[in-house]
């Protein structure tokens, strides 16, 4: 394959971020690479945080660990750092959210076939002339250098060696590893070939890493080739795009930018026309509002610990970053609606999620606007008096009485030149450690609450609830309304910690059981069983008599929720099994929840589960349950559980000896709940619903058991409403509905259409009201009760009435109760046109005074609002800029 320019059109070259993400799946799909689709970015592997990088869904496969999905895989993989956040917004390729596009090989093609399509694609497909590309080599990679050299037809200048530090991946100290190829972007071409340095940012963007895992590391660092060679590569979109979009960084392509424009078009200011700084403010606003919208979609909730803690910095730095440009009023709401326009295409997901999503944004901002209002005025108290560092008491002081993030009093701090002593902010961390450590009289204050401190010091608790349902036990540790106490009364909420109980604690998505403690005249009801370091913690309330300290109760665990519990965990067993067996065989468990009155089973699949597969999990499901198969259960080393073919969740951890739940040729697997001993005491088996809850991840909910029966119940009631309602059979309600939803169509199409109409017409009194401005004329008015299809139909009739010298704008409000919403209109003439003045741009303008935005075509756009009050005042500047504009 020569290096020759490419003969691909410049019409036919992707340019958007959809149309590059799509040429690249497609080009390894007609390769013969299976499209997986993205992971949520909550990762499988329970060492990471976050899905970091392209290729984290496969490391399983790359292990040894799982079957691999297919011999050829290629992905576009949702991915989120944030080592690097203080340079996003600085640079121009720094981001926390991106996309990796990524073909993979699992012991299928190898160097030369990854290396000659990743040419082909970057060439013959992107249109990328080969002067323009660089490509790196490991030193010691000779293979790699020769079939660039010779097969592809690079220039040998233009292949670099690097050391193993750029060019040699590893997944850690041992194991799979190799060498790495990676292609780079030259911006200067003209500066030659002579003393290429690919360490030049302003020169050079490395945009495709090849990975070639060849080798196994051993623990003395000897490398042994691999019996089964696999390719992994990585293709940052961003990156790509930056480069056939020809702009100066990935934050102004279409990927991006028409974030930082909603942003700017809140703050009312122009990208383009901003300094330095603010242009970095309006670049983390953008970037960071694709990645909150993306973790909030995949289920991470704000918090102060894990990925929670990650989304609060990110979504506090949005808050922050607007407030430097003038933004004093939440915005994250409508920052994450046009994050979510701008994502559905590739992420259907955030539509299915949007009400979860800004429900969280808009929680969250609430709750840092009024942390950051405190911080900031202390904070600018400190500054005031022009210190030459920000100390760390004073920091301290922040974070410790005001909740102030630490890294915001630093990006504060930077923004006045100034730094922050870290040595001393750890130091009076460290005393205020020491002080609570004191007072809580060694308590860990890593534990939440009371109770949490007083398990922390109990021996693990003896679960009896495998064999029985009731057992004698000693009162252990005992916590009253929160407070640790030896004594409890009636009325008291308690939690207690006993020696043995047959309780099950909430674990493996099992609620924990309910029952009751009693005694001579006690009686304590159990709510719920949690479990804390494996001591398991009764909640409840204390009905009847005194309970101490050192106390022997009688435990019973109420039968009737067992029962039910059980007959949903063993049913969760048989969904699993019926999901690989109808859906996937590689289907892999994702969370679940078994209570008492239904079911719910997340699993790893790219696309929904068709009513077709549904029905037939259900059949095959009711069949086991009738076949009366009687469950086997035993424990038995990890190892072989496993060779045996127990089931195991990926990213759980194991002990050594492990407990096997197996239905007899039908389902086995590593299980600690509660089960029914035989499948026929399941009863019956219902799935309720089928959904996406992530990008690759959905949800079944169902009832098993006693639940199905008040399911179909419930279920009958609706049908004998509605068919009482519509005076109809059951089987002619569907039928009914359908002929009234046609019907309701038609009157809502006639209805639009009179509305329009009628706004013609009320427009039609308007046009004596036009004012001439020399050639042109200039109609500027209010219109309300209409909404914006009529506006923008009246508003082109009173134009086509005026001439091609109208210039029209119409504003109203399409509820006159409502003053959240405004339409603003503008229609123009080809004269008014030819006088440099365009209806997009100019209404765009207006509308910004109602706090909306909007825009359009030349000679006739819209744009909304949310502020009815502005509507009167942004007429009157519309009509002093149209007659200023018309005069000019």
């Known amino acids: ?90 640079t121009a390729r720094h981001h926390t959210f991106f996309e990796m596009l990524g073909n993979f090989s699992f012991g299928d093609y190898f160097k030369q076939q990854a290396i000659e399509w990743a040419w082909e694609l970057s060439t013959k497909v992107y249109g990328i002339d080969p002067k323009n590309l660089v490509v790196s080599v490991f030193r010691e990679d000779d293979e790699a250098e020769q079939i660039w050299r010779d097969v592809v037809g690079v ?11 750029d060019n040699f991946w590893a997944s850690g100290p041992t194991g799979p590893c190799g060498p790495c190829s990676e292609i780079y972007y030259d911006f200067k071409p003209e500066l030659g070939d002579a003393g290429i340095d690919l360490e030049d940012d302003d020169r050079f963007i490395e945009f495709y890493n090849l990975v070639f895992m060849q080798y196994n590391r051993d623990a003395e660092g000897t490398l042994t080739p691999l019996a089964n060679r696999n390719i992994d590569t990585g293709m940052g979109l961003e990156r790509m795009a930056q480069i056939l979009q020809k702009v100066p ?69 949005v808050v922050r970053h607007g407030r430097l440009l003038g933004i004093d009023k939440p915005f994250l709401v409508p920052m994450g609606e046009a994050a979510i326009a701008l994502l559905q295409g590739a992420h259907p997901s955030v539509i299915d999620r949007q009400e979860v999503i800004l429900t969280e944004l808009r929680r969250e901002e609430a ?59 750890e130091a009076a961390m460290q005393e205020q450690r020491q002080r609570a450590k004191a007072a809580a009289v060694s308590l860990d204050l890593t534990l939440q609450d009371a109770i949490e401190q007083v398990a922390a010091d109990q021996e693990p608790t003896a679960f009896r609830g495998y064999a029985v ?42 609620v924990g059981d309910r029952g009751v403690l009693s005694g001579a005249d006690l009686i304590v009801a159990i709510e719920s069983v949690s479990r804390t370091r494996d001591v398991f913690v009764h909640a409840g309330r204390l009905e009847r008599g005194q309970l101490s300290l050192g106390d022997t109760v009688h435990a019973q665990v109420d ?70 198969h009687g469950l086997e259960v035993q424990e038995m080393a990890i190892d072989q559980a496993k060779a045996a073919g127990a089931v195991a969740m990926f990213g759980e951890k194991y002990a050594d000896v492990v407990r096997v739940v197996d239905v007899p040729g039908v389902s086995m697997e590593l299980c600690g709940g509660t089960h029914v001993a035989n499948t026929a005491e399941i009863g019956l088996f219902k799935i309720v619903a089928e959904s996406g809850v992530a990008a690759g991840i959905r949800r079944i909910e169902a009832v098993a058991g006693p639940a199905v029966l008040a399911y179909l119940n419930e279920r009958d009631a609706v049908v004998k409403q509605l068919g009482d309602r519509f005076k109809a059979q059951p089987s002619e309600i569907v039928e009914r509905v359908s002929a009234l939803q046609e019907e309701l169509k038609a009157t809502g199409k006639a209805l639009a259409a009179a509305q329009a109409e009628l706004a013609v017409a009320k427009a039609g009194a308007l046009a004596a009201k036009a004012e001439p401005v020399g050639e042109f004329q200039l109609l500027v008015e209010r219109l309300d009760g209409v909404d914006g299809a009529g506006l923008q139909g009246a508003a082109q009739s009173l134009a086509d ?42 209404i765009g303008g207006i509308a910004k005074l109602c706090g909306g935005g909007g825009g359009g075509r030349p000679n006739l756009a819209q744009a909304g609002g949310r502020d009815g009050s502005a509507l009167t ?10 007659e200023a504009g018309l005069q000019s």
């Open 873 to 882: 005042d942004a007429l009157a500047k519309a009509r002093s800029e149209l």
């Open 801 to 842: 009435q005026l001439g091609d010298g109208a210039a029209v704008v119409l504003g109203g409000l399409p509820d006159p109760s409502d003053l959240g919403k405004v339409i603003l209109v503008a229609a123009f003439g080809k004269q008014v046109i030819a006088a440099q003045l365009q209806a997009g741009k100019f």
């Open 469 to 510: 349902l009731e057992h004698p036990s000693c009162v252990q540790a005992l916590v009253v309304n929160g407070e640790p106490a030896t004594t409890a009364s009636p009325g008291d909420a308690v939690q207690i910690v006993l020696d043995t109980t047959p309780f099950y604690g909430e674990g493996g998505g099992q």
């Open 155 to 165: 220039n040998p200048k233009r292949i670099i060696r690097m050391d193993e530090a």
């Open 367 to 425: 709750r840092f606007l009024e942390t950051l209002e405190r911080g900031e005025k202390l904070l600018s108290e400190v500054l005031a008096g022009k210190p030459v560092q920000i100390s760390g008491a004073q920091a301290f002081e922040l974070y410790d009485t005001y909740g102030f993030p630490l890294e915001l009093t630093q990006e504060i701090a930077e923004e006045h030149g100034l730094s922050v002593d870290l040595a001393g902010f």
């Open 1 to 90: 394959m020569a290096a020759a320019a490419s003969s691909s059109s410049a019409a036919s070259v992707p340019r958007s971020g959809e149309e590059i993400r799509a040429a690249f799946l497609n080009f390894y799909a007609e390769r013969g690479h299976a499209v997986i689709a993205s992971a949520s970015l909550i990762p499988e592997d329970p060492t990471v945080l976050l899905t970091i990088a392209g290729m984290l869904p496969f490391k399983p496969v790359f292990l040894g660990q799982r079957e691999r999905p297919a011999p050829r895989a290629t992905s576009s993989q949702k991915c989120i750092r944030t080592n690097d956040i203080e340079n996003v917004g600085r």
């Open 559 to 628: 039968r009737a929720c067992r029962r039910r519990a059980q007959a949903n965990h063993t049913a969760t067993h048989l969904l699993q099994a019926a999901l690989k067996q109808v859906v996937d065989p590689g289907i892999g468990q994702a969370g679940s929840l078994v209570d008492f009155d239904r079911l719910r089973f997340d699993f790893h699949c790219p696309s929904a589960v068709t009513p077709e597969q549904l029905a037939q999990i259900e059949t095959l499901i009711n069949g086991w349950i009738a076949e009366a």
């Open 249 to 317: 960084n990935n934050y102004e392509t279409d990927l991006i930018f028409p974030l930082i424009q909603a942003a700017a078009d809140l703050a009312g200011v122009d990208y383009h026309q901003l300094d330095d700084k603010g242009k970095t403010s309006l670049k983390v606003i953008g970037d960071h509002s694709r990645a909150v919208t993306q973790l909030i979609c995949d289920g991470v909730t704000a918090s102060n610990l894990g990925r929670g803690y990650i989304l609060r910095r990110l979504l506090r730095r």
